[in-house]
Each structure stands twice: as C-alpha cells, then as structure tokens.
C-alpha cells in the first residue's frame, strides 16, 4: 500500500481542493502541524443509490408473520393486543 501524501497545515491551505481531489479518487491524506501528524483527510464510504421505489426487490425478504407479536408481548408492556 502506498504512504499517504502528507501537508503541513499552510501547504493544505494552500492545496485545499487537490487535497479534496485525491480523497475522492480514494487517497487518504495526512495534515501535519510542526512536522507532526495531528489528522487524517479520508474518502466517506459510498451511498446506498436508490433511484424509486422498489429498488431493492428481490434483496430482501419479509416474513408471512411480520406483524404477528410473539406470545406474552400484550402482559409484558401492559397493552391490550
């Protein structure tokens, strides 16, 4: 794996969107202050793209007796079921 790129913090300052350009594409950057490592710049995890309704279909599976609660629930939060 390669090292990942480091800036002090002026050098950041001053590259601020190549830094946010690289994180994009996956790098991880590291900002210094005084030669020391005080933060990591990494990639958010992706997003879950959903584009309607339905778009998940087939990936997940409801049980017949969903809405069905289990024996005792009603005496156990005091509720009539």
Known sequence: ???????NVH???TNF???????????????????EPVAKVVPLAGKVRRTDYGSLAGRIEIAD?????????????????
Do not use: C, H, N
């Open 11 to 13: 050098e950041a300052k």
């Open 17 to 35: 969107s190549k830094i946010l350009e690289a994180v994009a594409t996956g790098e991880e950057v590291i900002i210094s202050k005084a030669g």
């Open 65 to 81: 007796d969903f809405d069905d609660l289990p024996d005792g629930f009603g005496e156990a939060f005091e509720v009539d079921v």
């Open 1 to 7: 794996m390669e090292a990942a790129r480091q800036y």
